[in-house]
Each structure stands twice: as structure tokens, then as C-alpha cells.
């Protein structure tokens, strides 16, 4: 009983000097149920009340963090695991990805427009890199049979235009002499891409002489389709 009073003593000055109960019972090894009987009537000045305050805020911060990490180090694993998977692309895996890309984003034949070219839009850059590869190296087609366009939004100022023109450039391994021809529209959305750093505008790319490339793409889609 001595003992239980010794406990009861130290515990109670533990917290008026504003410990919380997890740190209490490390020092105070009894149950929390009695701890907090012990404790009910333990006012804590305004000081200790800010200390433990900051405590929770602290621990969490601390568990936020450890879910963030946690989540990274998944994602990071997954990544890993899924280029490895993929490994080396063939030739076979190049023609199939270019036209599926197409399906997805590319100018189809339509009933009232039949003689319709190779057109591709995209605002992820990697897609039209990957893209034009299938152009050049699955199709034989040179950098002078494609046409480039730019869209972006017409409230854009020109120094913004001018970074996303080299940027893209240089994504694409674009030399200065190529012409990227910038097509404005109108800002409908009343969004606002001047402070967004990753906006790309949407990048266009136009085939040359493709009307029966078209044709044959699509003939490919059904191709795919039809083994659904």
C-alpha cells in the first residue's frame, strides 16, 4: 500500500510537470486504468497543456510521416518491380504499343471524312516520344515527314510559351530549325496554367502523305479487336 502511495505520489508530479500517460507509466508501472483514477483531479497549468499539445501535434506529424514513407517505399518497389517485368521492348511490342497509342489518342477515319491523316495529340511527353519512335523506327519515316503544333492557352504570357517551346524541344531532342507552330485556345475553364509548372499545353504531331497509313492503323485496331 506504501508503495501504491510512492507510485501515486510520483506519477501525479510527473504529470503537473506535464508528461503525458504513455510517459508516466514508462516510470510508474501500473495499469492505465489506475493511472488515469489516480490523475482525474490533476489540473495542468496552461504551459504543461501547451507542452502536451505539442506532443500530440509532434507524434502526429511523426505517424503521417511513417505512412508517407511506408506508401513511398511501396510505390518505389512496385516501380522497380514493373520495369523489370517489361525488361528490353522488341520490335513486335513497339508495333503493337504504337497502335494502341493511336487508338487511344490519334485522327480516325470517320464515314464523313475518309481521307483523314496521321495525327497524334498528347500532353505527356513521353507518350509522343514514344510515339514518333514507332513513326521512325516501326514505320521508316524521317523527321522531315512530321509537322509539330503547340496548344496551349491563349491568357498564357510569351516568355511562359517560349519555356514550354524549349521544353519540349528538348524532350523530344528537337533542333532549333524544326517549326513548332503554336496554336492558341480559348481558356473556357477560367483555370489558371500560368503557375502550374508541369503545364506542357497539349503537343501535336502531323504525318505527312498518312491517309492510307491511317486507313492501315485502323485496319491493325480491328485486327486487335477482333481477337478480344
Known amino acids: 500500500m506504501v508503495r501504491k502511495e510512492k507510485e501515486k505520489r510520483i506519477a501525479i508530479k510527473l504529470r503537473q510537470q506535464g508528461c503525458s500517460y504513455s510517459e508516466i507509466l514508462e516510470e510508474v508501472k501500473v495499469a492505465k486504468s489506475t493511472l488515469s483514477l489516480w490523475l482525474r483531479s490533476v ?3 496552461e504551459k504543461m497543456e501547451q507542452r502536451l499539445t505539442e506532443k500530440k501535434r509532434q507524434a502526429q506529424i511523426r505517424a503521417v510521416n511513417a505512412v508517407k514513407q511506408k506508401r513511398l517505399r511501396i510505390t518505389k518497389k512496385l516501380m522497380e518491380e514493373g520495369v523489370d517485368e517489361i525488361g528490353k521492348i522488341s520490335k513486335r511490342d513497339l508495333f503493337i504499343i504504337g497502335i494502341v497509342l493511336y487508338w487511344a489518342e490519334g485522327s480516325k477515319q470517320k464515314e464523313g471524312n475518309v481521307s ?3 495525327i497524334f495529340s498528347n500532353s505527356d511527353y513521353k507518350m509522343i516520344r514514344i510515339f514518333i519512335r514507332w513513326l521512325k523506327e516501326n514505320r521508316k519515316l524521317k523527321e522531315d515527314d512530321f509537322s509539330y503544333e503547340l496548344y496551349v492557352q491563349e491568357n498564357i504570357r510569351k516568355s511562359k510559351i ?3 517551346l ?3 524541344r528538348l524532350f523530344l531532342s528537337l533542333n532549333k530549325e524544326k517549326e513548332i507552330k503554336v496554336r492558341l485556345k480559348k481558356n473556357i ?3 489558371i496554367y500560368e503557375t502550374n509548372r508541369n503545364y506542357l499545353g497539349v503537343f501535336r504531331i502531323g504525318v505527312a502523305r498518312s491517309t492510307n497509313l491511317n486507313r492501315k492503323i485502323n485496319g491493325w485496331i480491328k485486327g486487335i479487336t477482333s481477337n478480344n
Open 162 to 164: 517560349k519555356e514550354i
Open 43 to 45: 489540473g495542468l497549468a
Open 166 to 168: 524549349n521544353k519540349w
Open 189 to 191: 475553364t477560367k483555370k
Open 116 to 118: 483523314q491523316r496521321v
